[in-house]
């Protein structure tokens, strides 16, 4: 499975754009890019997935280089109650197989 | 819909008793992963399975940890003579059939404290 880096932590204020960047150097032809969130005393929570380029849903966008070693997870307006850890995983999709998770990203959104 | 259902949520036991962790999946899952979250840690895969079977223990302690996913009922992880390094989170999640299981969906948790 790709190994994956993150900021362990990142501080943003309300309002504010926020830009989570995650390193893969490793990441396999048919590896896909997912991120999760969590908050204290919660399970993680599907955020978004993709594979190239860039995806966009109503909760985030994900931006993916053309050679896919970094991805770049995009909070638009973040409020408080964004703040969370952020996690990034990269495997391959549709197949059976476990979730990898780092240690993720801690983002607190200041007042 | 109801979202995967874990109890219970907090269990206290001690040392050398048995923990046993619910998971009820979402209606329509078959696929139910456990996972394992200490302090300021990210979470470990512990056991993948389907109805009735195991698919990936892979990430199992080999001795005192179990799971079972019955044709009827929830899955069930037990942890038998827990020690105080047992103490943790534990997440279960379920994924529906024949789609990427990348996409899980995860329960609330049960915190495990052993004194």
């Known amino acids: 499975l790709a190994k994956t880096t993150q900021p362990i932590s990142m501080d943003s204020y309300e309002g504010q754009e926020v830009n989570i960047t995650c390193s893969h150097n490793?990441?396999?032809?048919?590896?896909?890019i997912t991120w999760y969130q969590q908050f204290p005393s919660q399970g993680p929570r599907f955020i978004i997935q993709?594979?190239?380029t860039k995806v966009t849903n109503e909760v985030a966008s994900l931006f993916i280089p053309a050679d896919r070693k970094s991805s770049t997870l995009s909070l638009p307006r973040v409020s408080l109650s964004d703040t969370a850890v952020y996690y990034c995983l990269v495997g391959a999709s549709g197949s059976a197989r476990q979730l990898t998770f780092g240690s993720g990203t801690q983002l607190t959104v200041l007042p | 819909n109801a979202g995967v259902m874990q109890n219970p949520r907090h269990l206290v036991r001690r040392r050398g008793q048995e923990a046993r962790l619910r998971c009820s999946p979402m209606k329509g899952h078959s696929h139910v992963y456990w996972y394992r979250q200490l302090p300021e840690e990210g979470l470990k895969f512990m056991v993948y399975l389907q109805k009735e079977n195991i698919i990936d223990e892979s990430g199992m302690p080999k001795e005192r940890f179990s799971a079972e996913f019955p044709k009827e009922g929830p899955s069930i992880l037990r942890i038998q003579q827990v020690v105080r390094g047992d103490s943790a989170a534990y997440f279960c999640?379920?994924?529906?059939?024949?789609?990427?299981?990348?996409?899980?969906?995860f329960g609330p948790g049960t915190r495990l404290t052993v004194l």
């Open positions: 993709g594979y190239k």
């Open positions: 490793n990441i396999a032809t048919n590896d896909y």
């Open positions: 999640a379920s994924s529906p059939p024949g789609q990427p299981t990348d996409t899980q969906y």
